[in-house]
């Protein structure tokens, strides 16, 4: 059984995307167009769950299944679109989670969304500071249920997102 552990911000999180970024390009070559570093981790000052999400973004989804082979050689378990068509997600670490990986193909809306989350996060000091308390609460309240601290923060989570995306799209469209 996995325990929920919400831990204070660190810095080594940067480095971990990184160091995992190059990895993945080493697998990937040419495929991948961009790699970001996404979700909570992201969010400098942000609390969070200490699991690297990454989320490269390639030419052609469906090629990625012929890569499951690469990334479990390099520690990843394939979990195909896990209920997100359009995405191919990994896992690392089993249990012991470090890292998330989320393939989208370039023009997927499923990238707008994430970046504007976490940009969102990164400037508005307030709703970072709500979100980091309620996942600090929430781990608390179900150290061993991680469906009930996912359900938890569901609500203010889509909330944030809605405000992201028309922030996102108001500053983008500005530029």
Do not use: C
């Not at 059984?1 to 480095?15: F, Q, T």
């Not at 068509?85 to 249990?95: E, I, S």
């Not at 370039?106 to 500071?129: C, M, Q, W």
Request: aromatic residues 10%; glycine residues 8%; without cysteine.
């Amino acid at each position: 059984m996995r325990k929920v552990i919400v831990e204070a911000y660190s810095a080594d999180w940067k480095k971990k995307f990184e160091d995992e970024a190059i990895l993945l390009q080493k697998s990937f070559g040419s495929e991948i167009q961009m790699i970001y570093h996404i979700g909570s981790t992201s969010v400098n000052g942000l609390s969070a769950k200490p699991i690297i999400d990454i989320m490269p973004v390639v030419r052609d989804i469906t090629i990625m299944d012929e890569y499951n082979d690469q990334m479990a050689a390099i520690g990843y378990e394939p979990k195909g679109e896990n209920g997100l068509p359009g995405r191919r997600y990994f896992q690392k670490g089993g249990n012991n989670r470090t890292h998330h990986v989320h393939i989208y193909e370039v023009g997927n809306p499923g990238i707008e969304r994430h970046l504007a989350f976490r940009d969102y996060l990164s400037t508005h000091a307030n709703a970072k500071k709500d979100y980091g308390d309620l996942k600090e609460e929430l781990a608390k309240q179900f150290p061993y249920d991680i469906e009930s601290y996912i359900n938890g923060k569901e609500q203010l989570a889509s909330e944030i997102e809605r405000d992201a995306l028309r922030w996102y799209k108001k500053v983008y469209k500005e530029r």
